[in-house]
């Protein structure tokens, strides 16, 4: 009789984000004391609020926000709107967010959190009384110059301004023009800034750039998946066609559709956006099943939705040479191993997607310094800090003869190592 090989079960994202962590630390031989704090987050809340829904009813919603460190400066991170929120999601992804931050020389520390929640079963309405009571559930534990949330999967602009008016509403009069920098992300005429909108699908766009560059390989013609097709995963499609890449497969949480000959990136949107936001029954595309995506036909891989996408189940499946993470942990540490003995390049989350905190940390210095950035300003600073960023890994990866995550990390932290070192543990 004839059995099918059992799946390798997932590991969490927290396991994930701990083993990435104690490879380098084990590479740098982290002082053990510092190690100890870095293990563990500083504050972690979880929130239980209720709210009454458009029939009248009350429902009762639970919200998260782990701050993992603030050496280097106010925590910051998004906020997501999904039903795979909990402590330990959040607790991940505030981690991958001090290790992102701090690889991008920014003056920031990592947090994150969200709600347990589909939003899409609720309507706008409930959605704003949602985002507003959770909002001042939090109180001060968030802030401009202490905790600095932003956009995240299914939260947008539109969030962030329910959140902006909010928490301006709990201050005195003469205090609320100081608080603009409570959250980033925000709409154009509530303070946010130009380009903030594409900065992180623009930065993974950066990163195949610098990478094909550093490969001496073009990207005229070269065939690239996408899975996520939001905020992140459209703009960075967006940008590969125009540099003369071909969209042939996306997929998102509706269903994956595929056509060899290409996918117009523009089509693809305005459809969705007339569509709910679902690419399914795109009439230029097939659709397919969901399973098969890995193994696509194509030169570059963008994974740009949700954690633990890429594992031992389909990364021997992957035909791709390069994998440019959009979102935050989709390979598993099983699956980039995987990746690597194939040969296949990946450019790792903490590089990859960091246009958005860039991004949000130039909102931020505007608001702060009652400054307004015209879009090409913004853009150029981004490409200029994010090639700075990505040849200090890339130059660190060839230098050791290793992978470009472990070399993303060993520099995080060492940023981090240095600054408890200079300035000592209190008391």
């Given at each position: ?390 040849d200090k890994v890339y130059d660190k990866a060839e230098k050791t003869n290793g992978d470009m995550r472990t070399a993303a990390f060993v520099i995080a932290i060492e940023r981090i190592e240095k600054a408890y070192v200079q300035r000592g543990i209190f008391p």
């Amino acid at each position: 009789m004839i059995t099918k090989p059992k799946k390798q079960p997932k590991h969490g994202m927290l396991e994930n984000v701990m083993r990435q962590f104690n490879h380098a630390a084990d590479i740098i031989n982290l002082n053990s004391n510092i190690r100890k704090i870095l293990t563990i987050t500083n504050n972690e809340l979880i929130i239980h609020f209720p709210v009454k829904m458009d029939n009248g009813e009350i429902e009762v919603f639970t919200g998260y926000r782990v701050q993992h460190n603030n050496a280097l400066g106010p925590y910051k991170g998004g906020l997501r709107y999904h039903p795979t929120v909990d402590i330990d999601a959040a607790k991940a992804l505030a981690m991958w967010m001090t290790w992102k931050t701090s690889l991008a020389g920014l003056p920031y520390g990592g947090a994150k959190g969200g709600i347990q929640i589909d939003p899409f079963k609720y309507s706008i309405t409930e959605l704003e009384r949602i985002t507003r009571r959770f909002t001042y559930a939090l109180g001060d534990n968030i802030g401009p110059e202490h905790d600095i949330p932003a956009p995240d999967v299914n939260t947008n602009a539109q969030t962030m301004a329910w959140i902006l008016d909010t928490y301006m509403s709990t201050k005195p009069p003469t205090e609320r023009s100081k608080n603009q920098h409570v959250v980033t992300g925000k709409p154009i005429g509530s303070g946010g800034s130009e380009g903030r909108d594409r900065a992180t699908g623009y930065g993974v766009f950066l990163n195949i750039k610098f990478w094909s560059e550093r490969k001496k390989v073009s990207l005229k013609r070269k065939k690239f998946i996408v899975q996520g097709f939001g905020n992140v995963g459209y703009w960075a499609a967006h940008f590969l066609e125009n540099e003369g890449a071909l969209l042939v497969g996306v997929q998102d949480a509706y269903g994956s559709i595929a056509n060899s000959d290409g996918i117009m990136v523009a089509e693809l949107f305005n459809y969705s956006q007339q569509n709910k936001g679902s690419i399914l029954n795109f009439p230029n595309a097939s659709a397919f099943e969901n399973s098969d995506f890995f193994g696509l036909e194509c030169d570059i891989c963008i994974p740009a939705a949700l954690g633990n996408q890429i594992t031992t189940n389909n990364a021997d499946r992957i035909k791709a040479f390069l994998i440019a993470e959009g979102a935050n942990g989709p390979t598993d540490v099983e699956g980039e191993e995987i990746l690597l003995k194939k040969g296949i390049g990946v450019i790792p989350d903490i590089l990859c997607n960091s246009g958005g905190v860039i991004g949000s940390y130039f909102e931020w210095l505007q608001n702060r310094n009652g400054e307004i950035w015209q879009m090409d300003e913004v853009m150029a600073k981004l490409d200029k800090k994010m090639k700075e960023v990505f040849d200090k890994v890339y130059d660190k990866a060839e230098k050791t003869n290793g992978d470009m995550r472990t070399a993303a990390f060993v520099i995080a932290i060492e940023r981090i190592e240095k600054a408890y070192v200079q300035r000592g543990i209190f008391p």
